[in-house]
């Protein structure tokens, strides 16, 4: 069933620029829902490196990509933002009143007076396994991501692939399995020193399987996976085939909202990143100015300004104070 959602600002992105964003606009007094195709905030720092420092963030030295967004979240916390997750933003209509309708690829439907894209260099998606037989059993047989462990138990496990994902999940199933086995096109693996380790320790003492190649085709027998054929010919028997090659972004539905770009970026202007949508703005990784770096630090300056304005778009009527945080944060969190 569709329904709809009224909000002050309707954020796209839940990365480190949206989330700062819900904290820029929630001092500020307005309410902020944000929608991210993933099943949990972060954007790049969390999918990509959530354990990888960070040493460019001001006044925090070192920080893991995690912990920055743990962080972020906790400062928006006193907002309350609100975040819808799994679902992917898809079309943008601008109504009679000036607000704007957005509409997710499950007819979820916002009504918002601004809309913020903070949407980095996309929707995150698996690389998909290029073996035939492998669309037919994708979401059974076949995983891309493990959303609950337990499932695996005591099953026949093909782990492909030779990098961080396919290592940690070869040895955090291995144990649970009833077998693993691990498939990569060469004996050499691209993952932690330690993780490389730990899985060598576990193939030379037999406790996990280890076959070089290629995945040529996924077998199957009365509509169910029974095992994998590598290049070559060699077969190897499993129920499940788990394919970790990392996660290509594509900008998507973006590109059709009718906004100014420039390649794959969103022009925005440098005073209030509004885009060449009236009500429509662009913060962090996915716009683009003369001079723009990609980088975390400058999506957090970017939200700043792009809040003030969503601000003056808002409450054209009342007149504007610019406090610092401590006056503002003062009735969230009480007098310190
Ligand atoms: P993202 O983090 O990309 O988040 C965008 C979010 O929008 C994603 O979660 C995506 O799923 C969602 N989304 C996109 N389209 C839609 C849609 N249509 N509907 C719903 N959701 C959508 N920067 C630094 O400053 N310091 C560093 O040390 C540093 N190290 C890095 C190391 C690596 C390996 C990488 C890859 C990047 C690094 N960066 C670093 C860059 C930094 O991660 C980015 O600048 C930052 O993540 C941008 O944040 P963002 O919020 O703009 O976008």
Redesign the pocket.
Known sequence: EVSEIETDVLI????????FATFELGMLGMRCDV????DRP????A???PE?P????PALPDCSGEQLIDNLLLQARPFEPRFHFG????ALNRMDDGRWRVR?NDGQCFIAGAVVI???????SPRKLPAAGAEMHEGEGLLYAVRERERLRGKHLVVVGGGDSALDWALNLHDIAERLTLVHRRDRFRAAPDTVNKVRALIDTGAMDFRAGAVAELVDDSGQLSGVRLQGGDQVVCDHVLAFFGLS?R????TSFGLDMHGDHIRVDTERFATSLDGVYA????CWYPGKL????S?FHEAALMAHDVKRRLHPDIRHVFEHSTTAMKEHLGPR
Do not use: H, N
């Not at 796209?12 to 989330?19: I, K, S």
């Not at 903070?118 to 995150?124: I, L, M, P, V, Y």
């Open positions: 796209v992105g839940a990365g480190p620029c949206g989330l929608v991210d195709v993933l972060g954007g790049q720092c999918e990509l490196y990888k960070i040493y460019d963030i679902l992917m933003v898809e997710t903070a949407a980095g260099s996309g929707c995150f972004a900008l998507g539905p973006l913060i962090g990784d996915v990609r980088l975390i630090l999506g």
